[in-house]
């Protein structure tokens, strides 16, 4: 019995010495791949990086430019209400202006016109 187990032992001994080898060698293989991934996933993070600042730096030149708009279009707003409010005093003194002069030319009509004597 004795032998038989020693055959046994001696037969398994190349399998058992090869079973280190292939764990070591399906361990750098998992190692590689894990590294591989990294690498991967490091390369997707710098791009993702760099995609963002580039996206803020469009944002603030864009929030730039309408904060600049819309300055000039307050200040256009301002403009436009002052020209409202001239082309209304103008209106207004066109207007007295036409009824001073209508007042005028009926004094003149009266005068040339004069009303018949009542008999």
Not at 25 to 38: E, S, V
Not at 56 to 72: C, P, T
Not at 87 to 93: E, T, V, W
């Amino acid at each position: 019995m004795a032998t038989a187990a020693l055959l046994i032992l001696v037969a398994a001994m190349p399998v058992l010495a090869q079973a280190p080898v292939e764990d070591a060698r399906q361990r750098q293989d998992t190692l590689q791949r894990g590294q591989h991934r990294a690498g991967a996933a490091y390369r997707e993070l710098q791009q993702a990086e760099y995609e963002a600042k580039r996206a803020e730096q469009d944002y603030a030149q864009a929030d730039a430019g309408y904060k600049a708009a819309q300055k000039r279009a307050d200040e256009l707003k301002r403009q436009a209400d002052a020209a409202k409010k001239n082309l209304d005093a103008a209106k207004a003194k066109e207007a007295k202006a036409r009824k001073s002069y209508d007042a005028a030319v009926d004094a003149v009509d009266r005068m040339s016109n004069p009303a018949p004597a009542k008999k």
